[in-house]
């Protein structure tokens, strides 16, 4: 199995930037897909962004064209950069892979948009 750990959150105004890291303690090549993930208390963890390994991207209707997802293979790190955030993208963010079944979650990362 292989651990994730997330980075990169914080607190952020509205129409901010932050851009989330996630690093694998193993291989991530291996992993044909990867994603990010959110979650708020008393909601389901929801699918926010996916990459191939070849580096094809897709997101959720409500991230396209605000968030670019992006992988490293060779440093086992898959990126989210989020820009023109909004209050509703306040959320804890998770990566896992995004085919087959899905490793440990990590701890995740917050991400809070408020002024």
């Known amino acids: 199995q292989v651990q994730f750990v997330e980075s990169g959150g914080g607190l952020v105004q509205p129409g901010g930037s932050l851009r989330l890291s996630c690093t694998a303690s193993g291989s991530i090549d291996t992993f044909a897909r990867m994603g990010w993930y959110r979650q708020v208390p008393g909601k389901a ?3 926010v962004a996916v990459i191939s390994n070849d580096g ?3 997101y959720v209707g409500f991230v396209e ?5 992006s992988r490293d293979n060779a440093k086992s790190t898959v990126y989210l950069q989020m820009s023109n955030l909004k209050p509703e993208d306040t959320a804890v963010y ?3 892979t995004a085919v087959g079944r899905p490793q440990p979650w990590g701890q ?3 991400v809070t948009v408020s002024s």
């Open 45 to 47: 963890r929801e699918y």
């Open 56 to 58: 094809v991207p897709g």
């Open 65 to 69: 064209g605000r968030f670019t997802i």
């Open 94 to 96: 998770y990566c896992n």
């Open 108 to 110: 995740g990362t917050q």
